[in-house]
C-alpha cells in the first residue's frame, strides 16, 4: 500500500512539474482553454522537461512519426470525445475489450497477464500452495504511442483448486498527457464466496483533464487457481 501511495503522490508531483513547464511554454504553443501544448514542438519539450520513466521513449517514438501525425496527435489530446471513450472500454457484455477511434489512429484497449510462482508440496504430498499474481489494464494508444495506462493486480494464495488468502492489491499508472492527474482511492480486497473463490482487487480511479472535465471508474480484476477470469474499468 505505501508504494502504491507513493506512485499516486509522484503522479500529482509529476503533473504539478508539467503544469509549470507548460506555463513556461510560448503562449502560441498552448492550446486555448486546456494548457495542452498545440504544436508538435511544445509537446516535446513537454516530455524532455519531464522527468519520470517513460518519457524520454514517447519523446522519441513522437519525433519519430510523420509531422503530420505528430500534429493529428497533438490535436487528439485535446479533444474531449477521446478522454470520455477511455472510460468506456470495459468487460461488457457483448465481449468488446477495444475501441478504435479516428480511423485507427486512436486504440483504447485492456490487457491482461497471470503468473503464478513454484509449487510447494504440503505435507501430505496431495496438495500444492502457491503464490499467484495477475493483473488488468486499460491503454490508451496514439499511433502506436502508449500515453495513458491504469493498472490493477491481485496477488493471491492458492492451495490446491482453492483461493485461501488475497495477499493484496496493487495499483499503477504512467500517464504522458499535459495538465491530466490521476488518482485512486484505497485498494479493496476479497474472496468471492462459493462456487467463484476468487480473489479480487477494486479501486476507483479518478483522472482529471483542465479545461475538459473529470472522470471516475471502478477498476476490478478477479483471478482463481487457474489464474486471471476476468477484469473491468466502468464509469461510476
Known sequence: MTNTTRRGLLGVM????GALTLSALPTQAVAAGTGLPATPQAYV???EAKQEPGAAEVATQFKALPKDKQQKFVGY????EHFKAFMDVANSPDGKERKVLAGGDIVIAKE????GG????AVSGTAAARDMSAWHS???TLFGIKVTTVKLGVNYRVNGSRVTEVIGGWASHTNFVPVTTFEHTPIKNWISSDPGNNAHSETVWTGKFTGIGAWSCRHRVWADQDGLKDGYL???
Request: hydrophobic residues 50%; charged residues 25%; without cysteine.
Open 45 to 47: 519539450a513537454w516530455l
Open 77 to 80: 489530446m485535446n479533444e474531449p
Open 118 to 121: 513454484a509449487n510447494s508440496e
Open 234 to 236: 466502468k464509469r461510476v
Open 138 to 140: 486499460v491503454s490508451d
Open 14 to 17: 509529476a503533473a504539478a512539474v
Open 112 to 115: 491482461e497477464a497471470t503468473s
